[in-house]
């Protein structure tokens, strides 16, 4: 089983570049995550879906997009890239079922400069 | 709005040794889960132990037990024997029952254990 898979795992952006971080799992979860983690602080939720077409806000969503066209995918987007957004991104997922469990993938290092 | 706090930014033990992380939080709910994760040098989150706030019983995992307080809004971790493979940061978080399993986190603790 392959799990929770986040790809890239590192990359530097320019201020003002556009990319999409990839998120897929193959454990049939209807919940998906994605969420920031600053240096020295917690994890912090962008944007979250329970299932394929229903997306909704987190805690901090400015400056991202998401869709969820499938089960498995939940890509987020970051358009006009800015140095506050320089930040280590985790995709999670959860079965949904009451189970509680979040599955974290390895995380996406980003640096905008 | 939930927060979890983290008090201890740092802290250090002995190998063997048993240390206490706390965690406090905040939260007008009654159905609840609390949490700890751990991450290690690998950045890859961990889920140490989970207890329901339901439940009375302090959760227990082999070396890694909590002290539940739900009156008082605490839920600490006690490791036990630590060993050199419990360096990590360690993250205490909330989840409301039924609220589509949003995590909120506190800002960590970073365990260091010496040989």
């Known amino acids: 089983n392959a799990g929770v898979t986040q790809t890239p795992k590192f990359r530097i952006l320019k201020i003002g570049q556009s990319m999409t971080l990839q998120c897929t799992q193959d454990m049939n979860h209807n919940y998906m995550y994605w969420y920031r983690q600053d240096p020295g602080m917690g994890l912090k939720l962008i944007y979250y879906s329970v299932g394929a077409g229903i997306t909704d806000k987190g805690e901090v969503p400015n400056g991202y997009n998401v869709s969820r066209s499938t089960t498995e995918d939940f890509p987020l987007r970051l358009e006009l890239a800015a140095p506050s957004q320089t930040s280590v991104y985790f995709c999670?997922?959860?079965?949904?079922?009451?189970?509680?469990?979040?599955?974290f993938g390895s995380g996406t290092q980003l640096s905008v400069l | 709005a939930q927060t979890v706090t983290q008090s201890q930014p740092e802290m250090s033990v002995q190998e063997a040794e048993t240390v206490t992380l706390s965690c406090t939080y905040d939260t007008s709910e009654s159905n609840y889960y609390l949490f700890w994760y751990k991450q290690p040098p690998s950045r890859q989150m961990i889920l140490v132990i989970r207890?329901?706030?339901?439940?009375?019983q302090n959760a227990t995992e082999n070396r890694f037990s909590v002290n539940f307080q739900k009156a008082a809004k605490s839920f600490s971790l006690k490791i036990s024997d630590s060993q050199l493979g419990d360096t990590a940061m360690y993250f205490c978080a909330f989840m409301k029952q039924g609220g589509s399993e949003k995590l909120v986190f506190g800002k960590g603790t970073k365990l260091t254990v010496n040989p």
């Open positions: 999670a997922s959860s079965p949904g079922n009451q189970n509680e469990k979040l599955f």
């Open positions: 207890q329901e706030a339901y439940k009375q």
